[in-house]
Nanobody, 117 residues
Framework: QVQVVESGGGLVQAGGSLRLSCAVS????????ADWYRQAPGKQRELVAG???????NYADSVKGRFTISRDNAKSTVYLQMNSLKPEDTAVYYC???????????WGQGTQVTVSS
């Protein structure tokens, strides 16, 4: 059973920073890529950032220049560094991991990020 565990959320003031972690119970060689999504109350889940095995990354326009996605293969962990946070970044952040042998994607339980103004 593949496990995906997010951590690092919390309460921060506007302009502050947080780093989210997504730990995967799989060898890094089995991880094709990972995406961070977020869902604010009353809104649809949206893609925030993604990273693929070759190192390519993509970002939502709303977070470009402020968020950085990265991975540590030795730890099978994907990170989301979030700087210059805004109140509109408040949401539950989820990690979705795509494995090489199963493209359906595996979700974590989410981590709450709250940005106060």
């Amino acid at each position: 059973q593949v496990q995906v565990v997010e951590s690092g959320g919390g309460l921060v003031q506007a302009g502050g920073s947080l780093r989210l972690s997504c730990a995967v119970s799989e060898s890094a060689s089995n991880i094709n890529g990972a995406d961070w999504y977020r869902q604010a109350p009353g809104k649809q889940r949206e893609l925030v950032a993604g990273i693929r095995s070759g190192g390519s990354t993509n970002y939502a326009d709303s977070v470009k220049g402020r968020f950085t996605i990265s991975r540590d293969n030795a730890k099978s962990t994907v990170y989301l560094q979030m700087n210059s946070l805004k109140p509109e970044d408040t949401a539950v952040y989820y990690c979705n991991v795509i494995l090489t042998y199963n493209p359906r994607g595996y979700w974590g339980q989410g981590t709450q990020v709250t940005v106060s103004s």
